[in-house]
């Protein structure tokens, strides 16, 4: 759904990094207790660029490059956040959270529940996930159904410039902590820059967005995958007359079950679209929450189109191959809908 | 009788002192035909990574690769210094240390271009390159990845008892990994027989070597486990041939691991994608003018191992070599994207 701006909020066309970035300096400028630690993020303004000019406004007491000890640097962040500060961690490719699955998944995760519900831990771990680059099995890797398995872990998957900048903000708000999944292929995408308020305003976790209408199938699809979804969708109504209706949960935790069930009950038909390999993934769950909340108005059972199951290979050939191309996102569509 | 063994020892080897260590000259010790096949790597390496660059360039390379030109001292210096089957890792920065073991130059090329005839099927690419038949248990895309890796092939030396070693590379940004605590704290209790060679470029991407360690040398860090260890020129070929010979004995008859700090530098950004703004021109100009291969070359000229004309004869030999290379990797073919689920399980 396109958000209304009103009038007097002044917008100008970034691209998702811009938006990540200005969110950040923003934040930055309005709280003393948010900072930014990770590797490279200081001169080298990340790996990506992300952060670029953000040590010379804020200095080195605020945009600390960390050593490569990924587990000391989340469970470092996780400490200052349950003291009182409000980290955001750097973790150049999302592939090096395995490094810190302690400090995730035992520690920061768990430390609220597990002192009664007098702790918080308000850090978000920002990191770059999903392939196209050709970074191989090690750096290209969709890994949100890890955490997002995890109860205490909250996890954000921006697929557009306005939805990551008001996101990100809730992110670093909430008192708990936060997986912001970039992806790679978006931040400098020039064909994806859109309208983002120059003022800081929040999309609430939880809040799923239909990024198309459409009334034959319900496309459910994340991060880049909603991109390459709506390329499918537009394509298919033009030369099938197939009229897609793509939901972008944005949120995989807390998951907005309901916009996704009353589009489903709209359409009566479900794909899902996911980068991460099918087997045990995201999918599996969103397909499972409507199976048993909408089945009697499903027409059809619900698809997946998942990464192969394989790591991310090198090859160009092979890594087209394993990532949801746009062709086998509009197979999954007419087959869902009978029509292949 | 031991004594005068001890004395016949002593008058046949010339000792060298190298950073407290009295060091055995085991290069002058080496035939003339390896110390030459020595100069012929380090130029295979120099003008694979150059060649590298050029596909980098032209956009012929997906992905990114991490290249090794400044270092070819330390990966040829240490691995020549090994047996043919001992085993070694390597780190995302591999292809030094992969041509150093005895890869294949085409296979190699192959890979990075995507190719079917590559190491790993175009599976890997730069960063994933093994070749477990050398011995070479893989490049590494993880920093720090491979330093238990290689631990544990070591505990299979010494379970075996098979009289192997594991010289085990990693970079000086890796030495602040969790797991290189781990993996140096079991290595010392278990005397395993494994060298820890710490290529240090100085800079861990962006960051210098002097804002991650509150340390001068990272050697010192042998105290904490009670192992040896030793900062020397990684750029003096025959200084780490010299060293790693040393401690690969220790190592091979049971004293256990040893930590061995190499001094180098890293001349190209740290990926394809590196403005390098955390260095300045001079600082690499003045590594520049410590090129390795210059060094070793007049090294070998000036000990009459070769002449100027014989030098100059070895690094063309190298090129052509890796022109072969070249033509071998571009006209493979790539792989087909049926094969895309294959190899997921052994």
Known sequence: MTVSIQKEIKTREITYLEAIRETMQQVMRNDSNVFLIGEDVAEYGGAFGVSVGMLEEFGKE?????PISEDALIGVAAGSAVTGMRPIVEIMFSDFITIAMDEIANQAAKMRYMFGGKAKVPMVLRAAGGGGTGAAAQHSQSLEALVAHIPGLKVVMPSCPYDAKGLLVSAIKDDNPVIFIEHKLLYKNKKYIENVPEELYEIPLGSADIKREGKDITVVATSYMVKKSLEVAEKLSKENGIDCEVVDPRT???LDIGLITASVKKTGRLLCVEEACGFGGFMGEVSAQVAEQAFDWLDAPPLR???????????????????????????????????? | MPKENTITIAKKHKMLEIDGHKIKDSFAELDSSIKIEILKRLYEIR???SETEQFIIKGQIHGTCHLYVGEEATAVGAIYALKKDD???????????????????????AELLGKQTGYCKGKGGSMHIADVTTGNLGANGIVGGSIDIGAGAALTCKLKKNNKIVGCFFGDGAANRGNFHGALNMASIWDLPILFICENNQYGMSMPVREAFNIKRISDRKASYNMEGITIDGNNLIEVYNTVSHFADYTRAGNGPALIECLTYRWKGHSKSDAQVYRTKEELKSWMEKDPIPRYRDALISSGTISAADGKEIEKDAMAG????????????????DDVEEDVYA
């Open chain 2, 322 to 337: 890796l022109q072969e290379a070249l033509r071998f990797a571009e006209s493979s073919p790539f792989p087909s994207p």
């Open chain 2, 47 to 49: 003008y694979f990574e």
């Open chain 1, 62 to 66: 605020r945009v600390i490059n960390s």
């Open chain 1, 252 to 254: 995989l935790r807390p």
């Open chain 2, 87 to 109: 085993y070694i890792t390597s780190t995302h920065r591999g292809h030094g240390h992969c041509i150093a073991k005895g890869a294949k130059l085409d296979m190699m090329m």
């Open chain 1, 305 to 340: 189109v998942s990464g192969k199951n394989c790591p991310v290979p090198y090859s160009l050939v092979l890594e087209n191959a394993m990532i949801p191309s746009h062709d086998r996102i509009r197979e999954g569509i007419l087959k869902c809908l009978g029509k292949i």
